[in-house]
Each structure stands twice: as structure tokens, then as C-alpha cells.
């Protein structure tokens, strides 16, 4: 099919996209961080809009235009965005976990600044756990908490990628996982992706080299085809 036969094929489906990447503040002036651009998921919820969902981006920290006919939530950090991807996804067909998500936060949050002390060196940080949002949206099979939602993950991996996939892809139960390939030159604040998208039916879908655009695309093709007929 081409592109304009798939068309508004998401009419009438709401859709959550996460985007961007959390920051996990220390002190007023410090943050955990990472280098998602928000590129890929900004992409992901303006193909989704043009496809006639109605979309909500999760917005982490992300410098990027606000598409047109979308509905931005902007958040900072990983418990907040856990909250807002609660909350939207609470009606919604398909929710993408595009965002790049903090594993740890610090433990407390210094409302000055963090200062040294002379001759100290150990750091002063202790973190924790954030919590693992896609785990809790995909849930294991049978008790998803919105069954029928389709679920998507992203992961980005530097060796072993597509077995490293498959295991992330059962150990968060969601029904898609996107892997693509990361190292010092691939993927962070480019314009282009490339990657495999695993199923949990077994498929594999390599899309290749290309604009972050064309993924997005395949990624809302495999949503569809998961998606219960509307009634
Ligand atoms: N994710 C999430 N909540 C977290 C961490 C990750 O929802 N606390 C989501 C990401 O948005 C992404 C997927 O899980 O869609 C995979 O993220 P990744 O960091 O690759 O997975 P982890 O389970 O954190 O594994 P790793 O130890 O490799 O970082
Ligand atoms: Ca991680």
C-alpha cells in the first residue's frame, strides 16, 4: 500500500506518546540526565495526528516545535511522567514509550546547592529506583491494567541488540519493542534512525536506515494491525 492509501486509518483513537528525556534534579541548579532529543517521539506524535488520532505527548525536556494538533504534557522528571502517561493513558488505544527514562533518581533533593566539604571524597549522592513505567502499563498479559491497548517500547542497545531486545521485550510484556543500535555517532540528536521493531507474536520488522519519520510510520502500521476493530 502507499503511504496515502494507510491515510486517517487512526480515526477516532486516541494515542500517548512519550518523548524526550526525564531529568532527575539534585539541587537547584543540578539535574541526572540524558541525551534524547525527543526527535523520535515528536515524530511518532505528528505522524500519528496526521494519520487522524487524537494524540497526547508526554513531554520530557524536549527543545523541539509543538506539532500542530497534538496535546502537550510537559513533564521533567520520570514520576512525573509516570503521572501523566497514568493519566492519558487512561482512555487510550495505544500508548508509545518513546521517552528516555531515568533508572534511578536522586534520593533527596537539596533545596540549596549541593556543596563539598574539604578532603571529602566520597559524593555525596545516594539514588533510587524510579519506577519502570512500561513494565506497569504492559503488565504481564493477562492482567494488563487496559487490555486491548497496545503497548510499545522503545530500547536503545549497544551490544547483542536483537537478543538483548527479545529478552527486554518479555521482561517488560509489551507488544512492541523498538531496538535500535546506539553508540558515540548513531541516533542521539540526528535526524535519521534505524532499527528492528520485535513483536511479542515472534515478528520482526527491520526498517532501515532512514528519517526518523519513516519509523515512526512503521511503528503506527504495527499499531494498527494490534488494534481491536473499532466498534
Ligand atoms: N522505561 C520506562 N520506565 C523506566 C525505564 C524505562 O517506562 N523507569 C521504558 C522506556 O521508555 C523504553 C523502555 O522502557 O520504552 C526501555 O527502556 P530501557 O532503558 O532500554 O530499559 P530498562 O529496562 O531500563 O533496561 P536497561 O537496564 O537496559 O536500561
Ligand atoms: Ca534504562
Not at 184 to 196: I, L, M, P, Q
Request: with cysteine; charged share 25%.
Amino acid at each position: 500500500l502507499a503511504r496515502g492509501d494507510l491515510a486517517r486509518d487512526l480515526t477516532g483513537r486516541h494515542v500517548v506518546v512519550s518523548a524526550g528525556g526525564t531529568r532527575e534534579p539534585l539541587d537547584p541548579v543540578r539535574f541526572l540526565g540524558n541525551r534524547s532529543s525527543g526527535k523520535q517521539g515528536y515524530a511518532l506524535a505528528r505522524s500519528a495526528a496526521a494519520r487522524g488520532a487524537r494524540v497526547t505527548l508526554v513531554s520530557a525536556n524536549a527543545a523541539l516545535p509543538e506539532p500542530a494538533g497534538v496535546d502537550i504534557v510537559p513533564v521533567g522528571t520520570a514520576v512525573q511522567l509516570r503521572e501523566a502517561i497514568l493519566k492519558a493513558s487512561a482512555d487510550a488505544d495505544a500508548v508509545v514509550m518513546a521517552a528516555a527514562v531515568a533508572d534511578f533518581r536522586p534520593e533527596t533533593y537539596a533545596t540549596g546547592k549541593i556543596k563539598k566539604r574539604d578532603g571529602q571524597e566520597q559524593p555525596p549522592i545516594a539514588l533510587v529506583r524510579n519506577p519502570d513505567i512500561l513494565a506497569e502499563l504492559a503488565g504481564i498479559a493477562a492482567d494488563r491494567p487496559r487490555p486491548g491497548q497496545v503497548v510499545v517500547g522503545f530500547a536503545a542497545e549497544t551490544d547483542d541488540v536483537l537478543a538483548n531486545g527479545r529478552a527486554k521485550l518479555e521482561r517488560k510484556g509489551c507488544d512492541l519493542l523498538v531496538v535500535n543500535e546506539v553508540g558515540e555517532r548513531k541516533t542521539f540528536g540526528s535526524e535519521e534512525n534505524e532499527a528492528v521493531v520485535l513483536g511479542a507474536d515472534g515478528s520482526e520488522t527491520p526498517v532501515p536506515y532512514g528519517p526518523k519519520e519513516a519509523l515512526a510510520d512503521t511503528v503506527w502500521d504495527l499499531v494498527a494491525e494490534r488494534l481491536p476493530k473499532n466498534s
